[in-house]
């Protein structure tokens, strides 16, 4: 049997610092941050008798800095000095990775210019209560046997039949009040204000699926999270990814906690007991929205 090439669809990411996702202006210092994928890139300038001891230690606390810094110097020159005592000075087309642990600061009379892809968030604060945290419902779906369906239906078929089930995911999600993070392979990551939209939402992507010949599973799950531009990070993330791989053909699975919230929306739940989802702490009971009527 000749055996079919799968072909992912991929996507690009872009983003540009003219239209920064977060901007954040401290003493002496503007940092310009766009969200690409799942990189936190920064766009730094650094004033003439910048120093983060003295102009971002007082927001961030602690006596070093504990970021580590992988970026470039585009323009000026920067020095940092590490725990240990030993200084080093980066200037144009430095590529540099500090460790954690150290002091910074502006050499000269010119401002430093640099663009950094790891580091950001510790550097400037970010994650310590200056972005945004919310409660938010978390919403995962995967399709059910796509590499066999994929196989099955060769390149061209698939492509077009993924692209048409994304499109009816989109419809639903704007008939529902949610809002798509991004796509995970064969599957869609969206984010709702509660878990009865989500659940409804769900549910009508069940379907829709269903009528294009497709199953998929589906996680719902309640919790923080940090919102970063158009991304969405933190722990309940990867609760709910866990969650949705729980779940068999046709079902939509849920932690306690959202059931809870649900109740008043009447929808019905099977227990589906408790369960240890990996590299996560702790037992999880988790409940299915009950099937409904075919």
Do not use: Y
């Not at 669809?9 to 983003?15: G, Y």
């Amino acid at each position: 049997m000749r055996q079919r090439t799968i072909i992912r669809m991929v996507e690009f990411h872009w983003k540009s610092f003219d239209a920064p996702d977060q901007v954040l202006r401290l003493p002496k210092l503007t940092v310009e941050l766009v969200e690409v994928g799942e990189l936190t890139v920064g766009h730094l300038v650094t004033q003439p008798g910048w120093r983060w001891s003295e102009h971002v230690r007082p927001t961030v606390g602690g006596e070093w800095c504990q970021a580590r810094h992988v970026g470039v110097v585009l323009s000026g020159r920067v020095a940092v000095q590490l725990q240990d005592g030993r200084v080093r000075e980066f200037g144009p087309n430095d590529v540099f990775d500090i460790p954690p642990g150290h002091d910074g600061w502006t050499v000269g009379d010119e401002p430093c210019i640099q663009i950094e892809w790891a580091g950001m968030l510790t550097f400037a604060g970010l994650n310590t209560g200056l972005q945004g945290r919310a409660l938010v419902t978390l919403l995962f779906t995967d399709l059910v046997d796509s590499t066999t369906t994929a196989a099955q239906l060769g390149d061209t078929a698939w492509r077009e039949l993924l692209v048409n089930h994304f499109e009816a995911i989109r419809r639903e999600l704007d008939r529902f009040g949610g809002r798509e993070v991004a796509t995970t392979g064969d599957g869609m990551f969206a984010t709702f204000d509660g878990p009865a939209r989500a659940l409804h939402c769900a549910r009508a992507i069940q379907r829709g699926a269903r009528d294009q010949g497709l199953s998929i599973r589906a996680g719902v799950h309640v919790g923080e999270v940090e919102l970063v531009g158009r991304n969405v990070r933190g722990v309940a993330v990867h609760e709910a990814s866990r969650i949705m791989g729980q779940a068999a053909a046709d079902e939509i699975l849920v932690s306690e906690t959202t059931r809870l919230l649900a109740v008043p929306a009447g929808l019905p739940f099977e227990d589906r007991g408790v369960h240890e989802l990996k590299g996560l702490e702790g037992e999880w009971r988790l409940h299915a929205v009950a099937a409904e009527p075919v």
